[in-house]
C-alpha cells in the first residue's frame, strides 16, 4: 500500500521559512500527482499545493501564491514543499496525499496518510 511520511515542520517566526519532505513509500510515485494539505485547529482540510507526475503542471491556493513552492524527485519518492515568508495563518499540521487533478486527496486511490508535520508560526 502506498504511504507518506511528512517531516520538516516546527516553530518559526512570522517571515520564516521551512521546507517540507513527504517521502512515499510501497508504491513508485512516478504516476501520480501529488497534493499538500493543511489543516488548522477547527477548520477544514485546504489544499495548499499540487504537482502533477512529471512535475509540469503545478497549482497553488491563492493564500500561499508567491511564498510556496513545491517540487518533487520522483527517484527519491519525495515531495517537497519549500515555504517562505511564513504568516501565522499559515500554521498548521500539513500533510501530503495522492491528489486529484483538481487538487483534492484522490480517494479512488488506495493509499495510507501519514501523520502529518505540523507547523507553528509565533513570534
Known amino acids: 500500500q502506498l504511504q507518506f511520511q511528512e517531516s520538516g515542520g516546527g516553530l518559526v517566526q512570522p517571515g520564516e521559512s521551512l521546507r517540507l519532505s513527504c517521502v512515499a513509500s510501497g508504491f513508485t510515485l512516478d504516476y501520480f500527482q501529488i497534493g499538500w494539505f493543511r489543516r488548522a485547529p477547527g477548520k477544514d482540510v485546504q489544499a495548499v499545493a499540487c504537482i502533477n507526475f512529471n512535475g509540469e503542471r503545478i497549482s497553488y491556493t491563492d493564500p500561499v501564491k508567491g511564498r510556496f513552492t513545491v517540487s518533487r524527485d520522483n527517484a527519491k519518492r519525495t515531495v517537497f514543499l519549500q515555504m517562505n515568508n511564513l504568516k501565522p495563518e499559515d500554521a498548521a499540521t500539513y500533510y501530503c496525499?495522492?491528489?486529484?487533478?483538481?487538487?483534492?486527496?484522490?480517494?479512488?486511490?488506495?493509499?495510507?496518510w501519514g501523520q502529518g508535520t505540523q507547523v507553528t508560526v509565533s513570534s
Open positions: 496525499a495522492v491528489a486529484t487533478s483538481r487538487c483534492r486527496p484522490d480517494t479512488q486511490v488506495d493509499f495510507r
